[in-house]
């Protein structure tokens, strides 16, 4: 069974770095073609694209973001590792890990239960 | 950016009829490789999104058959042949060709 869950603060201060970890179970981050992305949606907004990390390290990041994201990945934990800083209230959220069983032609096809996180003074 | 729009934004549908939800996108989403990066997601009420459907046409596994897609460059059509009440929800369309991923604005289904 693919298992997927998001952990980290529920609340983040404006200017604070936001921290959230994906941890996974069910398959490998070593395996070729396989990826964990992360999507957001704020709320009643739709869903907006983050980042994606791939088996072999390769990463994709949105634009719009690169200067404030950064994904890793821990095999050996496996985990996935979503750092964003300088959070504003506009990133207040439900942020959703997922992994992506090959590259991501076959789509995200396993998706965590989220975690919100509200960026408020 | 590819910029994905989806209409109808609002569809009221009836049980056992057809429905069907519109995605276009910006640029054309064929690949060099002959397939369309298109994915569609749907997300029902206080769940996570679920994947029905990527490179346009494929069902993911585990989604019934009476959801398919089609489509081609950008112009893409989600189709479910007969509705049923656990189909209510907001469906996405998504581009996969290029980065940053692009979501369409949801559309959301309900029961008349």
């Known amino acids: 069974q693919i298992t997927l869950k998001e952990s980290g603060p529920t609340l983040v201060r404006p200017t604070q770095t936001l921290t959230l970890t994906c941890t996974f179970s069910g398959f490998s981050l070593t395996t070729s073609g396989v990826g964990v992305g992360w999507i957001r949606q704020p709320p009643g907004k739709a869903l907006e694209w983050l980042a994606y990390i791939y088996w072999n390290d390769d990463k994709r990041n949105s634009p719009s973001l690169k200067s404030r994201l950064t994904i890793t990945k821990d095999t050996s934990k496996n985990q996935v590792v979503l750092t964003m800083i300088n959070m504003d209230p506009a990133d207040t959220a439900t942020y959703y890990c997922g992994r992506l069983p090959y590259y991501s032609y076959h789509g995200m096809d396993v998706w965590g239960q989220g975690t919100t996180v509200t960026v408020s003074s | 950016d590819i910029v994905m729009t989806q209409s109808p934004l609002s569809l009221p549908v009836t049980p056992g009829e057809p429905a069907s939800i519109s995605c276009r996108s910006s640029q054309s989403l064929l690949h060099s490789d002959g397939n369309n990066r298109l994915d569609w997601y749907l997300q029902k009420s206080g769940q996570s999104p679920q994947l029905l459907i990527y490179?346009?046409?494929s069902r993911a596994s585990g989604v019934p058959d009476r959801f398919s897609g089609s489509g081609s460059g950008t112009d893409f059509t989600l189709k479910i042949s007969r509705v049923e009440a656990e189909d209510v929800g907001v469906y996405y369309c998504m581009q996969a060709l290029q980065t940053p991923r692009t979501f369409g604005p949801g559309t959301k289904v309900d029961i008349k």
């Open positions: 490179l346009g046409s």
